[in-house]
């Protein structure tokens, strides 16, 4: 992490850095390949500059190991994506598969996208954000880790242009509840459902690792979107 990031860091971070393994893969990936598809955190980020077109850009946060963000990417060549996450293997598997892929719209950041938002990333720049299965940290005592508060989505909501949206999807039940709340108390937020509640599944989601298990698990899922007004 750079000497530059800014002083107020969140101490208490929304992860745990996993120990898992890294396969040959994913190393040969983190090793060879942000030069090209990777983006660094020493400076502020030239959206407009990442890309060859001018297409709308979307950041998503904890991408895991990336199949549905490569999936979103795939199926929308006129969007440009900025995938974040901080666990390693994950990283290493996306930017092996956008090699392979040769996919020139999906760009991939290895950082906490908490400081990521705050030192990096320009005010009023991009067209959404999604967060899909955020770790619930469903234990009462952790859940000042949880990803989604109040500070965290007003810093999201500052780097959305106008009319740029918010996509949150969930398996937690009490976990879709806070965001729920989070956002619809943030003045500049309008919930896309019009009992300000939840929405159908877009069908534009991606399925994800996550959601696959929580599926099989019998969980429900929530997705909420809101745009910037
Ligand atoms: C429960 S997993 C969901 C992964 C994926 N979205 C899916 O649905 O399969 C949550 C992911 O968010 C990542 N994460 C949590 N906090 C993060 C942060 N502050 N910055 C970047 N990634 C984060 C974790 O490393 C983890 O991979």
């Known amino acids: 992490m750079s000497e530059n990031k800014s002083t107020h860091l969140r101490t208490i971070k929304s992860f745990v850095k996993r120990a898992g393994r890294v396969t040959e893969r994913q190393q040969h990936a983190l090793d060879n390949l942000k030069p090209m598809y990777g983006v660094e ?5 030239d959206i407009n500059k990442l890309f060859a077109n001018n297409g709308a850009i979307i950041v998503e946060v904890g991408f895991g190991m990336g199949q549905s963000l490569l999936t979103c990417a795939v199926n929308n060549p006129q969007h440009n994506y900025i995938g974040i996450e901080v666990h390693e293997a994950g990283v290493g598997a996306l930017l092996a598969d956008i090699d392979v ?6 760009k991939v950041i290895h950082d906490d996208a908490v400081q990521v938002f705050k030192d990096n990333i320009v005010d009023d720049t991009l067209d959404g954000i999604q967060i899909f299965f955020p770790d619930p940290w469903h234990k009462k005592r952790h859940h000042k880790r949880r990803l989604i508060q109040t500070a965290f989505v007003e810093l999201l909501v500052k780097k ?8 949150i999807a969930t ?5 879709a509840e806070h965001i729920l709340m989070v956002c619809n108390a943030i003045p500049h937020l309008i919930n896309q459902s019009s009992q300000n509640t939840y929405v159908p599944r877009p069908a534009s989601r991606p399925m994800t690792k996550y959601e696959k298990r929580g599926e099989r698990l019998g969980h429900g899922v929530w997705d909420l979107v809101f745009y910037k007004k």
């Open 171 to 175: 398996d937690w039940e009490n976990y």
């Open 160 to 167: 959305l242009k106008a009319g740029g949206f918010i996509h």
């Open 41 to 45: 955190t020493n400076k502020t980020i």
């Open 101 to 106: 892929s040769q996919l020139s719209n999906l």
